[in-house]
C-alpha cells in the first residue's frame, strides 16, 4: 500500500465530520464520499451544483467534508 493510499484509509476510517468538527479533506477522499470521479466535480463546481474548494495555500485545494457529506445527503433526500 502506498503512502497516499494509507492516507485515504486512514481518512476513511474516522467517523463522518459534523458541522462542529468540520475537517478540510483531498480530491481523493472527496471522490470516495461522492462516488463521482474528479472531472465530475469540478464540471459540478463550474455549474454551481458542487460545494467549492478551499485553497490554504499553494496549488492545494481541499473541501470541507461536511459540506460535501451534506450534497451528497441532499442527492439522497431528492431521489426519495
Excluded: C, N
Amino acid at each position: 500500500m502506498t503512502a497516499r493510499e494509507q492516507h485515504l484509509a486512514a481518512l476513511a476510517a474516522l467517523p463522518p465530520a459534523t458541522a462542529a468538527d468540520d475537517r478540510l479533506i483531498p480530491i481523493a477522499r472527496v471522490e470516495q464520499i461522492a462516488g463521482i470521479m474528479r472531472s465530475r466535480i469540478y464540471q459540478l463546481i463550474r455549474q454551481g451544483s458542487f460545494p467549492a474548494p478551499y485553497k490554504p495555500g499553494g496549488f492545494a485545494s481541499r473541501w470541507s467534508e461536511a459540506g460535501v457529506r451534506g450534497w451528497v445527503d441532499s442527492l439522497k433526500a431528492k431521489a426519495a
